[in-house]
C-alpha cells in the first residue's frame, strides 16, 4: 500500500517538476538547430500578456536575426537569476538578455559573463550605483543597457494627478521594496508629494491576487475616508491589482472621486479609462525595452557590435490617459503584428544586415520611440 | 444564567472590542464610521470560512497548505464554468472542483502515509501549474458584473450566515467533528478504541473542502477576477485564516469554536487596517499579527494552567 502511495506521488510530482516554472524550471528554445547563436534570456514567466508578449517579441527578434532564443524562468531574486545565467551559459548560450532586479546582484553577473567570455546586456534597470556603473564600463562583455526614467516618471505622473485631477491624499500600492525601479518610482514620487504638497497616506507592497489588492484598498477606504488618489507603482506586476483596486472603489461608490495612477500597463486598462478610474498609465516600455537591448546584444553576438564601449540607452514611457489609446497600444504594440517587423529590424537594428545602421542612427530609432511611431509605421497594414 | 451567558459573551467579544477602542482612540476620525465597521466586519467573512474549511484538519495534526491553491484553481475553474452557466456554473464549478480536489488530497495522504507537510507542499505545486495551465493564455479569469452579487454586502453576509450555521451543525453535532477531537486529543487512544483514524482524516480533508469550495465563490465575486498563481505563492493565502483558527481554537473554552474562528479573523482584521490608518508600513502587519498571535497563545495557556491547578 505505501509503494503505491510512493509511486502516485511521484507520477503526480514528475510532470509538475518538469513543467513547473520553479527556480530551476526547464529552458525552452526557440529553435531546435544546435549551430546558430543561442541568445539566453531568464525571464518571470508567467500567464501575464505582457509577459507573453515581450517573450514573443523577443523570441522574433532573435529569429530575424538567425538566432536561436533559449528561455529561463525564475522567481526575480538575484540569488535565481545567478542560478539561471549559469545555466543558460552551461547549456552554450553566445549571448545574455539580464533584467537584474537589483544593483547589489549585478557584480556576481559580471564576474560569471567575463569569466565564460558571454556578452551580455541589461535591460529595464537604472544603474544609481557609481561603482556598478564604473564596473560595467569596465566589462568588455558588457555590451549595453536600456533603461527608463523611473524616477521622473513617477515624479510627472503625481505631478499630472495633483495639478489636472485635484488629487491631494494618495494612497500607494507599491512595488517590493529594493527592486530598483520600484525604488526609483517611490523616489519620484516622492519628490513630487513633497513639491505639490500631496499627503502620502499609506503604502502597501506584495500582492499575490486581485483580492489582496481589493482588500487593501477597501482598507485605505475605511481608514481614510479623504482618499482621492492611488499610485499604483507596478501594474504589471500582479494580475488583476488593477481590477482589484477597482473593484473595492466601485463598491464603495467612489467612481470619480478617487483616481488612479498607474506605472507600467497591464490587460484591462481601457474599460477602467472609460469607468473614469484610471487618469494615466505609464508604460509601453516592458516591451520595446528588452527589444532594444537585444538588439545590441545580436550585433555583438553576431560579428557587427554597435559601438566598442558600452551603449547606454534611454527609453521613453508612453502616458495612455484615454481608452482608444490604450486599445491601439495592445494592438500594435503588444498584439499579435510585433511593435518592430522583421524587415525594419534588419534595416533599423542590425548592422550586419544593413552596414549603415550606427550606434547614433540605433539611438534615435530608441529615442523616436512611442505609439505614434509604431501606429505610423503599422496602422496602413 | 443570564448573567453568566452575558459576562460569556463579554468575554468573548472583549479581543475585538478592546482592539477597535484602540484604534478608535488612536484614529477617531478613521474609525468612528459605520463604513469602516461594515468592512471590517464583512472583510473576515472569507478567512472565517476558510478558517472553517481548514478547522478539522488542524485539530487531528494535519498541516495542509494546498488551501490556497485549491482555492485559487477550484476559483479558476468556476469562473471558466460561469462564462457558459452565469452564476450557477460558478457556484457548482467552485464547490465541486473544491470537493474533488479535496478527495484527491486526502486520498493522497491517506494512501501515501507520509507527513501531511511534504504531500502539501508538493500538492501545491501541481495544483498552482494545474491551474496556470487551465487558464491558459488568459492570465487573469474575471466574472460578468451579474455574477459578482456575494462578493458584497448583503450577498456575502448571508454566504456567511449559512456557512456559520452549517459549520455549527456539524462541528457540534456529528459524530465525525467528536471523532476529529478524540483523535485530535490522543491519536493512539482513539485507534484502540476502534476508530477508523485514517478515514477520520480523509473526512477532514473533503467536509474542509465544501468550506474551501464556498470560500472560493466568495474570493473570486469579491474582487471580480483571479489569476493562477505559481512558484507557491498561493500558502501565503492560507496564513491570515490560520491564525484566526489558532485565536478560535484559544477562545473555544469560552465560545464556541464557529464563533471564535469569526472573533479571531475579525481581530486581525482591526489590527490590519489599524496599521494601515496609522501610516504604518505593511510589514509592520506581519510584525503585530505575530505578537498578537503569541500574546493571545499566552494568555490561553496561562489560563489553562490556572484550570488545571484549580482542579488539582
Partial sequence: ?381 | MLKKYCIKAVGVFCLPLSLYVLMLLLKPHEFASITTVGILLQQSFIPTIIGYGLSWGFIVGIWDFTVGARIILSALIGASFSVSFGFWGLTVGCIGSSLLLSLATGGLNWIAKIPSLVISFGLVMVYEILGQWYSGSLSLMSLAGKDTFLGIFPGNMFVFAGSFVLFYLIFNNSPFSYHTRAIGNNELLSKDMGMNVPLVKFLTYVVGGLFLGIASVLQISYAGSIGPQVNLTSIALVFRPMIGLIIGLALSRICNLAVGIYIGALSINIIFIGIIALGLPDTMQNIFLGVFLLAVMAVSNLRERAVVKESV
Fill in chain 1, 1 to 381: 500500500m505505501k509503494k503505491i502511495g510512493v509511486f502516485l506521488i511521484t507520477l503526480l510530482l514528475v510532470p509538475a517538476l518538469m513543467s513547473a516554472k520553479a527556480k530551476t524550471g526547464k529552458s525552452q528554445t526557440s529553435a531546435s538547430s544546435a549551430s546558430v547563436p543561442k541568445i539566453g534570456f531568464p525571464f518571470l514567466l508567467t500567464s501575464d500578456p505582457t509577459m507573453r508578449a515581450i517573450v514573443r517579441n523577443v523570441k522574433y527578434e532573435c529569429e530575424a536575426a538567425g538566432c536561436e532564443l533559449v528561455t529561463e524562468s525564475w522567481d526575480f531574486t538575484p540569488d535565481a537569476l545567478v542560478t539561471a545565467t549559469q545555466k543558460l551559459i552551461n547549456e552554450g548560450c553566445d549571448g545574455l538578455i539580464l533584467a537584474a532586479p537589483s544593483i547589489s546582484g549585478i557584480p556576481a553577473l559580471i564576474k560569471i559573463c567575463t569569466n565564460s567570455k558571454v556578452p551580455f546586456v541589461i535591460p529595464w534597470r537604472h544603474i544609481v550605483d557609481p561603482a556598478v556603473k564604473k564596473m560595467l564600463d569596465e566589462c568588455p562583455y558588457f555590451v549595453g543597457n536600456t533603461q527608463e526614467d523611473d524616477e521622473q516618471t513617477a515624479y510627472n505622473l503625481l505631478k499630472s494627478m495633483t495639478q489636472k485631477a485635484g488629487v491631494k491624499n494618495v494612497a500607494v500600492l507599491g512595488l517590493t521594496k529594493g527592486d530598483v525601479s520600484g525604488d526609483m518610482r517611490d523616489h519620484g514620487m516622492q519628490r513630487a508629494a513633497d513639491e505639490f504638497n500631496v499627503k502620502i497616506l499609506t503604502e502597501t507592497r506584495n500582492f499575490s491576487t486581485a483580492a489582496d489588492a481589493t482588500r487593501t484598498v477597501e482598507g485605505f477606504v475605511a481608514a481614510y475616508p479623504d482618499i482621492d488618489g492611488i499610485f499604483i507603482t507596478g501594474g504589471a506586476m500582479t494580475q488583476g491589482i488593477l481590477q482589484g483596486t477597482v473593484k473595492a472603489l466601485d463598491m464603495h461608490k467612489k467612481q470619480g472621486k478617487v483616481k488612479i495612477g498607474m506605472i507600467d500597463y497591464t490587460s484591462g486598462m481601457d474599460e477602467e479609462i472609460d469607468k473614469g478610474y484610471l487618469y494615466m498609465a505609464c508604460g509601453g516600455n516592458m516591451v520595446a525595452d528588452p527589444l532594444f537591448s537585444c538588439a545590441m546584444l545580436l550585433n555583438t553576438v553576431k560579428g557587427a557590435p554597435l559601438s566598442d564601449k558600452p551603449l547606454w540607452l534611454k527609453i521613453n514611457f508612453i502616458n495612455l490617459t484615454s481608452a482608444q489609446s490604450s486599445r491601439d497600444y495592445f494592438k500594435y504594440v503588444e498584439g499579435d503584428v510585433p511593435p518592430y517587423s522583421s524587415d525594419e529590424m534588419k534595416s533599423m537594428f542590425f548592422k550586419f544586415t544593413n552596414p549603415d545602421v550606427t550606434a547614433d542612427s540605433f539611438a534615435k530609432v530608441v529615442t523616436d520611440y512611442s505609439l505614434e511611431n509604431v501606429m505610423t509605421r503599422h496602422a496602413a497594414k
